[in-house]
């Protein structure tokens, strides 16, 4: 599947920030998984959403390392096409999708899927960092265990059908279309094969529009 333009400069935006969710701030857990410990229970900082101005009751979507997109959009689209309400019996208008460590990518991925299946979405993208806190339990029994704290990489997403403020940083006006259909099934008949009934009857339909194209006059002695 093919990036999106958001996905496209929210990709950039990471990349521009040094911000890479696949390196995390301390080479303990790895060290740690590779001598059989074995994770027991992981904790996020309750930090608040970065982004200003949400509402208390706002749908938030978490995505973990291990959470099924098609789980996640399942639910979310549901909810953003109007076969949801919320708790004053209004369709939803907004949903915010947060993602840390690994789950960056997910969490972009999944934005930029919702957004072709409802359009019209406007978007704010947040990158911040959030505190882990782990405990890991040794191979050996009666041994002590291990806590640890890292830093990891995380991406706050707003996606709303009301306008934003486009002057805050990492806003995105909703996707447009650059192509008509008819634009797009012209080039799709350009590039089949000549020898494909598609092409023939494109060829036919052609020449009915401009027959000198396909029988030029030729001149007379």
Not at 82 to 90: A, F, I, L, Q, V
Not at 104 to 127: A, D, P, Y
Not at 162 to 190: C, F, I, K, M, N
Not at 192 to 198: C, G, I, K, L, V
Request: hydrophobic content about 30%; overall charge positive; some cysteine.
């Amino acid at each position: 599947m093919k990036s999106s333009n958001g996905a496209s400069s929210t990709v950039m935006a990471l990349q521009s920030a040094s911000f890479n969710p696949d390196v995390q701030s301390s080479s303990l857990s790895p060290k740690l998984e590779q001598s059989n410990f074995r994770r027991v229970s992981r904790t996020e900082d309750s930090s608040p959403y970065p982004i200003p101005g949400l509402a208390p009751d706002i749908l938030h979507m978490r995505v973990k390392e291990g959470s099924k997109i098609r789980n996640l959009l399942r639910f979310a689209t549901a909810r953003m096409q109007g076969e949801g309400k919320d708790g004053s019996g209004t369709s939803l208008r907004q949903v915010v999708f947060t993602g840390s460590g690994r789950g960056v990518t997910k969490t972009i991925t999944c934005v930029e899927i919702l957004k072709r299946k409802v359009g019209g979405l406007h978007q704010v993208s947040k990158l911040y960092y959030k505190t882990v806190n782990e405990v890991w339990e040794s191979p050996q029994q009666g041994a002590p265990g291990k806590n640890t704290q890292r830093t990891v990489p995380a991406i706050c997403i707003l996606l709303s059908k009301d306008p934003l403020d486009p002057q805050e940083p990492g806003y995105q006006p909703p996707e447009t279309l650059s192509v008509t259909t008819e634009d797009a099934e012209r080039r799709r008949a350009l590039l089949r094969p000549a020898h494909s009934p598609s092409s023939q009857h494109t060829a036919k339909r052609v020449c009915m529009d401009d027959l000198s194209v396909c029988f030029p006059q030729t001149s007379k002695d």
